[in-house]
């Protein structure tokens, strides 16, 4: 049953998103409005406020990555030999790599964050901002050096293609939230209860506007193109990466709340910006659209199962 209380009402509220667009309560395109107020302004609230107020156990960074990454890295590896046998042509190299993003970039803000902070408290922040502090750049930098050395189409320097990841993460809300909020912590000044209120009146709004911004947006992914690669995608996703995690968190001896973060953030399903990567390049557009689409489903009824493994860390 308390499973169920974690997992029904996150999945509610995308739904709740879906009907709204499918009965024309909103229209498609307000997504994008929801989507800024949520990622730009209460979500980034939230984690600058959890992580200035909240208590933290003692946390490894290095074991924590290792756990995280090593599960990422072992279903990206896999996803390349995969995505191999599935191509037609062999030399379409590129695809491979598209493929295994799509299998490996889960959702961890829209979904992520909201299913873990109600799985595991507030507690939750300080290992949840290790992994969201370095995730989007990672796997943005590996996927499109990966294009660039199998493409062959690298023209300038590495630092060329460094350098506007790096300043998209200057400007990133969420990475400025989670960088404004440990300096601050370390000040040791804490928040004045006017300003603390005012953004908890904005973080709360934060979990709500992200799933229902979800929900709005799957209305525009489909489950079409390549049937089998859609499957294999969100299997990946969705049931070798989070096994992976979990055996990497027992193996490098993750404390049960860090464990249970690393175990969650890997069995989100394949988010947008993976989609966004797809298109970026024009390859397997279909497919991932159709991993989001499917693999948000199937999450529905993986994700408790996994809650209740986590649960089994404690």
């Not at 506007?164 to 400025?176: F, G, T, W």
């Not at 040791?188 to 799933?211: C, F, M, R, Y």
């Not at 490098?252 to 947008?272: D, R």
Request: net charge positive; hydrophobic share 60%; aromatic share 8%.
């Amino acid at each position: 049953m308390a499973t169920v209380l974690i997992v029904a009402p996150v999945f509610a509220l995308i739904a709740a998103g879906y009907a709204a667009v499918l009965f024309r309560f909103v229209s498609e395109s307000a997504h994008k409005g929801i989507s800024e107020f949520a990622f730009s302004i209460a979500i980034p609230a939230l984690l600058f406020r959890t992580i200035v107020v909240s208590e933290f156990p003692q946390l490894s960074a290095f074991r924590m990555w290792g756990a995280y990454y090593g599960a990422l890295a072992i279903t990206w590896i896999a996803a390349l030999a995969l995505s191999a046998l599935l191509r037609e042509r062999r030399e379409d190299r590129e695809d491979g790599v598209v493929f295994a993003i799509g299998s490996v970039y889960g959702n961890i803000v829209m979904l992520g964050i909201p299913l873990t902070l109600s799985a595991l408290g507030n507690e939750a922040a300080g290992p949840m901002a290790l992994i969201l502090s370095v995730n989007t750049p990672l796997l943005w930098l590996c996927g499109t050096l990966q294009m660039e050395l199998v493409g062959r189409k690298q023209k300038g320097s590495a630092l060329s293609i460094i350098l506007p990841v790096i300043l998209d993460l200057a400007r990133n809300p969420i990475m400025l939230a989670i960088g404004f909020g440990l300096i601050w912590r370390f000040t040791g000044l804490g928040l004045h209860p006017v300003v603390d209120k005012t953004i908890e009146l904005l973080a709360q709004a934060g979990s709500p506007a992200a799933l229902i911004a979800l929900g709005i947006n799957l209305f525009r992914f489909e489950v079409k193109g390549e049937k089998l690669g859609i499957v294999v995608m969100s299997a990946l996703k969705l049931l070798v990466m989070p096994a992976a995690a979990f055996l990497l968190a027992k193996l490098l001896g993750l404390p049960p709340l860090a464990a249970g973060v690393v175990v969650l953030f890997a069995a989100m399903p394949t988010g947008a910006n993976a989609y966004i990567f797809a298109v970026q390049y024009q390859r397997l557009v279909n497919p991932v659209s159709g991993a989001v689409a499917l693999g948000t489903l199937l999450a529905a009824v993986t994700l408790p199962a996994v809650v209740v493994l986590v649960a089994g860390l404690k």
